[in-house]
């Protein structure tokens, strides 16, 4: 095996795809360089370096890919991303961001300044022809970057194992996912992205509430605390005693003041629609990278103002197949709860998962809900007893799940009571889980992902850990398994996938692909299957808006009584 490190220097491109400005090449075995620009790019495409048999290094190697792809460079080579390794091996408290930079200095190896950095990469977005003094710097850096990469290389060669390998395979999976792009009703999406002042606009002209804080379309900090002050309410504060105006807080006081709740909403869409870099391709698709392994749990974390399905969920409506196309959207049910289920051995909880409904079965199991009560006949019961389960599914103590289920501390203290009596196995194995983590430094799955502690590691993110980095294991699975049966996923998101094959398929498609993701959960725990739900989206229907509905219906009509300018 020919082991090669690569980087690649590059600007923004169409479809979430580089312009690649150059790349440099390192044969190891021989300690031979090789650079690659302007016509020498397209030579690329019969290096030896990405045949099979032969290892990729790189540092964030999902960059390099995307490169590759741009330059239609087929890849069928070994992929070591140093970046993954270096995040699933070293406490975050150690690295921070884990650039390259800073894994340079965390292993004493001389690298370029900040400064040059940014007036490289600065070079690399810009446009237009270059000096060949500048063609020399970009080339020379990066040289400098594939040389520091392999002296990093050389210092964790020995962490290389059959996890890091699959992860570079996922890594080629995601490039190919993130290429297929997402149809949208182009013109319909476009009139959006165009008319977003005056979107804001009548967003905040249809509440009252928001027409007393809001200055234009900027949220007053002074006219809310009076608004507070007259309404004789209170708030809460960030630890440097400022008002706390996250998502969070507005979604926790959505049963206690439901005005309020409705005005976080809005200032949620105003900072998505500022914010959005969503951009509308000629093929009629919008494109966004998929952020693998951007979260410490494994899980994708692609950029929410690039990705049509993390903006507000009324975006969803304007997701659309094209005439013969159809779409399926596929997530699996109460995925983290059943995870801890089989994962803990825990026969209560596999049975409670097992019934459909986890959470009324848990409020019958403890006697809050009658043997015969269903979703229907006690929706109140049950939403309770779903706080309850999400709660220590995420670490919430008594206090911060009392806000959830609007009632008092002695009251959630009693449901967490309640959820270790039913689930005694769990509770067991979820302490001991927690104990053997902190003795041994870090948290692992059982596919080999891992999360190292430091000495700020909350408990809660080593108790919520298994599910949540479980739950990547078997997502990756689920997408492998796709590809290898000719499904093509054109977005994963958390614990679904979305799909896209011809209409006339499209039964046939969702049978088998909802099959795979069962069988991908059955892979990961012995068996135990995890249930999943579909939605079929046929041509030229869209996909289904559920939450933000009155919102979609208001910015809908807007867009169909032609009142914003470029309207379809």
């Known amino acids: 095996m ?9 600007g923004e491109g169409p479809k979430g795809l580089p312009i690649v400005k ?10 031979i360089y090789e650079f690659f620009n302007h016509d020498k790019l397209s030579s690329l495409n019969t290096h030896e370096a990405f045949n099979a048999g032969n290892r990729l290094v790189a540092y964030y190697a999902i960059a390099e890919l995307q490169a590759l792809r741009s330059l239609n460079v087929k890849v069928f080579s070994q992929i070591i991303d140093l970046f993954l390794i270096v995040k699933s091996e070293i406490p975050f408290e150690k690295i921070k961001k884990y650039s390259l930079l800073q894994v340079c200095d965390y292993f004493n190896i001389p690298r370029t300044t900040e400064d040059n950095k940014d007036k490289m990469r600065d070079l690399a977005l810009r446009s237009g022809a270059y000096t060949k003094e500048e063609e020399f710097n970009l080339l020379e850096y990066c040289k ?48 959006i992205l165009e008319n977003k002042e005056a979107i804001k606009k009548d967003l905040i002209a249809e509440n009252e509430t928001a027409l007393s804080i809001y200055e234009g379309t900027t949220f007053n900090t002074k006219n809310f ?138 409020a019958k199991l403890v006697g809050a809900a009658p043997a015969n009560a269903t979703k229907k ?28 289920i609007n009632g008092t501390e002695l009251q959630a203290r009693k449901l967490l009571e309640d959820h270790e009596l039913a689930f005694p196995t769990f509770w067991k194995w979820i302490r001991n889980y927690v104990d053997q983590s902190n003795l041994r430094g870090y948290c692992k799955t059982k596919w080999g992902w891992k999360l190292p502690l430091g000495s700020d590691t909350k408990t809660r993110t080593i108790s919520n850990f298994p599910m949540q980095a479980g739950g990547s294991d078997i997502l990756r699975q689920a997408l492998f398994l796709l590809e290898e049966n000719n ?65 979609w219906n208001f910015i809908y009509s807007k867009i169909q009584g032609g009142v914003y300018h470029g309207h379809p």
């Open 225 to 362: 605390k009076r608004y507070l002050r007259s309404n004789n309410i209170s708030w809460y504060f960030t630890p440097n005693n400022k008002l706390d105006l996250s998502d969070t807080v507005f979604s926790k006081i959505k049963h206690e003041s439901p005005e309020l709740h409705k005005l976080g909403r809005i200032k949620h869409y105003l900072s998505s629609l500022r914010a959005t870099k969503l951009k509308v391709e000629d093929d009629d698709r919008v494109y966004a990278s998929l952020g693998p392994f951007g979260s410490r749990t494994g899980r994708n974390q692609p950029p929410g103002s690039k990705h049509i399905l993390l903006h507000p969920s009324f975006f969803r409506g304007f997701i659309s197949p094209k005439v013969g196309r159809a779409i399926i959207y596929i997530d699996y049910t109460q995925q983290e709860f059943g995870i801890a289920a089989s994962l803990s051995n825990d026969e209560a909880m596999m049975e409670a998962y097992s019934s459909g409904d986890p959470y009324l079965y848990f």
């Open 144 to 191: 400098s970057d594939v040389k520091v990469t392999h002296l990093v290389y050389e210092k964790i060669k020995h962490m290389i194992n059959d996890s890091t390998i699959v992860w570079g395979e996922y890594l080629k999976l995601c490039c190919e996912i993130q290429y297929r792009g997402i149809p949208v009703k182009s013109e319909e999406l476009n009139c």
């Open 487 to 551: 499904i093509d996923t054109i977005a994963p998101l958390h614990d679904a996938v979305l799909i896209e094959c011809d209409a006339n398929e499209v039964e046939h498609v969702n049978q088998k692909a909802s099959e795979l993701l069962r069988q991908a959960s059955r892979d990961y725990l012995n068996g135990f299957t995890l249930g999943v739900d579909s939605k079929i989206i046929k041509s030229n229907e869209r996909f289904p808006v559920e939450k933000d509905l009155q919102t």
């Open 2 to 10: 020919k082991t090669y490190v690569l980087d690649a220097e590059f």
């Open 22 to 31: 150059c790349f440099v090449l390192l044969d190891v075995n021989e300690n």
């Open 377 to 404: 006949t006690h929706p109140e019961v049950r939403s309770i007893y779903k706080q309850a389960i999400l709660a220590v599914q995420y670490g919430m103590g008594s206090q911060s799940l009392a806000t959830q």
